[in-house]
């Protein structure tokens, strides 16, 4: 399932620097603008505790976690809407990937240059934020010239986007983006196909020094208060710091790095979760001894597009899907256990997969 995290932000606020934490690609992390040219993309293992957990009981052969793919994006300057700096190639790449990572620069530090000469996340943020707003008005105005023409001539659903056209453009006109406007859920996919850069799902990344790593700063606190009002989640990260931690040869190295500086476990590993979730997925797992693996699926799903995660085949000659919930799973010990215990479930083509499901399933083709 090839689904992305943008990592966007304005030049030196530490992205390449993070995603090389991520990825353990060397992307190139200069200080000056721009040195992020050709967008990196990496493949990111997902932590979860569960497959281990899983694992233990089991003893597969091999374990095989899931994966998210993160791209590093060049860094973005005022004008891009407009094409400067790499602005139309940053537009163009943002506009491929299904979600943004937004880092905000908000740490002191007179050996890293800022591209605007001060350290103010919240100012960064609105530059960001009125350049994919700018483009999406010119997005939104384009469309609904066609689309006006389209709904007088008695269209239904040329009058329906026209409707909701007029909604992003007074919205974006006002400074907010295309995800505050509220749409009925039919018609989701009308709009997606507009591909509106400020309608996809963002976190925003404080990058702070090591003294503020647990508990964050004003900086942080200014970042808070400003996005308040919008559905958006925040998360404090390290990268420098990260980025020592990962030179650490061992687990256990890392761990005391970690404990040492007050935190139960890296970044990265918060920052990989809450981009799995900003993409509003989810893991099942299937257990056996051969392997025990994490799949990934989109949040209410059925039990056949589940299947069809694992092969085509599966989905298309489904019969019905045997279901353990994972806490039974742990509980019980054993496949063999939860299902003396009652515990397996026969599930058909109308269930909803549930997060941490591990599933069997039946088919014949």
């Given at each position: 399932?090839?689904?992305?995290?943008?990592?966007?932000?304005?030049?030196?606020?530490?992205?390449?620097?993070?995603?090389?934490?991520?990825?353990?690609?060397?992307?190139?992390?200069?200080?000056?603008?721009?040195?992020?040219?050709?967008?990196?993309?990496?493949?990111?293992?997902?932590?979860?505790?569960?497959?281990?957990?899983?694992?233990?009981?089991?003893?597969?052969?091999?374990?095989?976690?899931?994966?998210?793919?993160?791209?590093?994006?060049?860094?973005?300057?005022?004008?891009?809407?407009?094409?400067?700096?790499?602005?139309?190639?940053?537009?163009?790449?943002?506009?491929?990937?299904?979600?943004?990572?937004?880092?905000?620069?908000?740490?002191?530090?007179?050996?890293?240059?800022?591209?605007?000469?001060?350290?103010?996340?919240?100012?960064?943020?609105?530059?960001?934020?009125?350049?994919?707003?700018?483009?999406?008005?010119?997005?939104?105005?384009?469309?609904?010239?066609?689309?006006?023409?389209?709904?007088?001539?008695?269209?239904?659903?040329?009058?329906?986007?026209?409707?909701?056209?007029?909604?992003?453009?007074?919205?974006?006109?006002?400074?907010?983006?295309?995800?505050?406007?509220?749409?009925?859920?039919?018609?989701?996919?009308?709009?997606?196909?507009?591909?509106?850069?400020?309608?996809?799902?963002?976190?925003?990344?404080?990058?702070?020094?090591?003294?503020?790593?647990?508990?964050?700063?004003?900086?942080?606190?200014?970042?808070?208060?400003?996005?308040?009002?919008?559905?958006?989640?925040?998360?404090?990260?390290?990268?420098?710091?990260?980025?020592?931690?990962?030179?650490?040869?061992?687990?256990?190295?890392?761990?005391?790095?970690?404990?040492?500086?007050?935190?139960?476990?890296?970044?990265?590993?918060?920052?990989?979760?809450?981009?799995?979730?900003?993409?509003?997925?989810?893991?099942?797992?299937?257990a056996g001894p051969k392997e025990v693996r994490a799949w990934t699926f989109r949040k209410g799903w059925k039990a056949p597009q589940c299947a069809?995660?694992?092969?085509?085949?599966?989905?298309?000659?489904?019969?019905?899907?045997?279901?353990?919930?994972?806490?039974?799973?742990?509980?019980?010990?054993?496949?063999?256990?939860?299902?003396?215990?009652?515990?397996?479930?026969?599930?058909?083509?109308?269930?909803?997969?549930?997060?941490?499901?591990?599933?069997?399933?039946?088919?014949?083709?």
């Amino acid at each position: 399932m090839a689904l992305q995290c943008g990592i966007v932000g304005l030049p030196n606020v530490g992205k390449s620097t993070l995603f090389n934490c991520l990825s353990n690609a060397k992307a190139q992390a200069a200080n000056f603008p721009f040195c992020t040219i050709e967008p990196n993309v990496g493949v990111i293992t997902v932590p979860d505790d569960r497959l281990n957990k899983l694992s233990e009981l089991v003893h597969p052969e091999r374990i095989v976690p899931t994966t998210v793919e993160i791209v590093d994006i060049a860094g973005l300057v005022k004008g891009a809407s407009k094409g400067e700096g790499l602005g139309n190639k940053f537009l163009a790449n943002i506009r491929e990937t299904d979600a943004i990572l937004h880092v905000l620069r908000c740490f002191d530090n007179d050996n890293i240059t800022h591209v605007d000469g001060s350290i103010d996340p919240v100012r960064d943020k609105n530059i960001i934020d009125t350049e994919l707003q700018l483009k999406d008005l010119e997005t939104v105005e384009s469309r609904l010239n066609k689309v006006q023409k389209q709904a007088s001539a008695g269209d239904k659903d040329a009058k329906i986007l026209s409707a909701i056209l007029l909604q992003y453009k007074e919205a974006l006109e006002s400074g907010k983006s295309a995800r505050t406007v509220q749409v009925d859920k039919e018609h989701e996919r009308m709009v997606k196909e507009l591909g509106l850069l400020t309608n996809k799902p963002v976190l925003y990344i404080c990058n702070v020094d090591e003294n503020a790593a647990v508990e964050g700063n004003a900086y942080v606190n200014a970042v808070r208060e400003a996005i308040k009002d919008e559905e958006a989640e925040l998360l404090i990260v390290a990268a420098a710091t990260e980025a020592d931690i990962a030179e650490l040869e061992t687990y256990e190295e890392r761990q005391e790095f970690l404990e040492a500086m007050g935190l139960q476990e890296s970044g990265v590993s918060r920052l990989i979760r809450a981009a799995y979730r900003l993409l509003n997925l989810r893991t099942f797992f299937t257990a056996g001894p051969k392997e025990v693996r994490a799949w990934t699926f989109r949040k209410g799903w059925k039990a056949p597009q589940c299947a069809g995660v694992i092969h085509t085949d599966f989905e298309k000659g489904f019969i019905r899907a045997e279901v353990i919930k994972y806490d039974d799973y742990i509980k019980y010990g054993s496949e063999t256990a939860c299902k003396e215990a009652g515990k397996m479930a026969v599930e058909g083509k109308e269930y909803e997969v549930q997060d941490g499901d591990t599933m069997l399933f039946r088919f014949n083709v």
